[in-house]
């Protein structure tokens, strides 16, 4: 078992950043490639970033690449997304997650463990 913590979200204005933190906690950290996907109301779960073990590659959906960066802290537990140029649709819950397979990145269903989720909220 994998148990996921994120912190970081909040209220700022379009144009402003935030870094979001998912601590993880259970067993070995760096054993799992990590995500990040939102959800904004009545929309359905999109992938936002993804992460190998070692951090040294990096996938971005198209709507935040330039934007946003996902780094790991294999001797901290914790995965980070920083979110630069933030804009109003970017509003959503936001979540990271823990996969124990290879499959594809980009979908939130090949994920074992998930976060509560923090609130981003970007306003115009």
């Known amino acids: 078992q994998v148990q996921l913590v994120e912190s970081g979200g909040g209220l700022v204005q379009a144009g402003g950043s935030l870094r979001l933190s998912c601590a993880a906690s259970?067993?070995?950290?760096?054993?799992?490639?990590m995500g990040w996907f939102r959800q904004a109301p009545e929309k359905e779960r999109e992938f936002v970033a993804a992460?190998?073990?070692?951090?040294?590659?990096?996938n971005y959906a198209d709507s935040v690449e330039g934007r946003f960066t996902i780094s790991r802290d294999n001797a901290r537990n914790t995965v980070y997304l920083q979110m630069n140029s933030l804009k109003p649709e970017d509003t959503a819950v936001y979540y990271c997650?823990?996969?124990?397979?290879?499959?594809?990145?980009?979908?939130?269903?090949?994920?074992?463990?998930w976060g509560q989720g923090t609130q981003v909220t970007v306003s115009s």
């Open positions: 997650a823990a996969k124990t397979n290879s499959d594809s990145y980009y979908k939130s269903r090949n994920y074992d463990y």
């Open positions: 259970g067993r070995t950290f760096s054993n799992y490639p």
């Open positions: 992460i190998s073990r070692s951090g040294g590659s990096t």
